[in-house]
């Protein structure tokens, strides 16, 4: 028994189109991809260099190094701290604030505090230098 309606021969072209159509638009599809990713890496590492070249990635890790040695005077609390960049000085600007309980983890035994590095805007004001250490207190209040 033959099957009427079709010339003998023509079967399976279907098929090879939706295969290399599909080879093709997933060809276009890895390609913008990768373009996509280029970009945003490029894009990743500009941000990062300009954070790192600006020094508050060191100036953070000097703020947290000083909340180590005992709790700020005051909430809010702000200081100036001063970072020397390829032979230029640049002032950053370091703000403690203490945080609510409900935002400590758990199990905490002191009060906790979060801590801010910006660059510093304005004039420099002498006095407003970071200590060298906080003074450390008791739970009575008394250092």
Not at 3 to 31: C, D, I, K, S
Not at 52 to 70: R, W
Not at 119 to 137: I, N, S
């Amino acid at each position: 028994m033959t099957r009427t309606g079709r010339a003998p021969g023509n079967e399976g072209y279907a098929l090879v189109g939706v295969v290399a159509f599909a080879a093709v638009a997933m060809l276009v599809l890895v390609t913008s991809y990768e373009k996509l990713r280029q970009a945003t890496r490029l894009e990743e590492e500009s941000t990062a260099a300009h954070v790192s070249s600006s020094g508050l990635e060191e100036t953070l890790g000097t703020g947290i190094a000083l909340l180590q040695t005992g709790t700020p005077p005051s909430s809010p609390f702000t200081c100036r701290f001063v970072s020397h960049q390829a032979g230029q000085v640049v002032h950053h600007r370091l703000t403690y604030l203490r945080l609510d309980t409900t935002a400590c983890p758990s199990g905490a035994a002191r009060s906790c505090w979060s801590v801010e590095a910006a660059p510093w805007e304005g004039q420099v004001v002498a006095d407003a230098a970071c200590p060298l250490a906080f003074v450390r207190t008791c739970a009575g209040g008394a250092p």
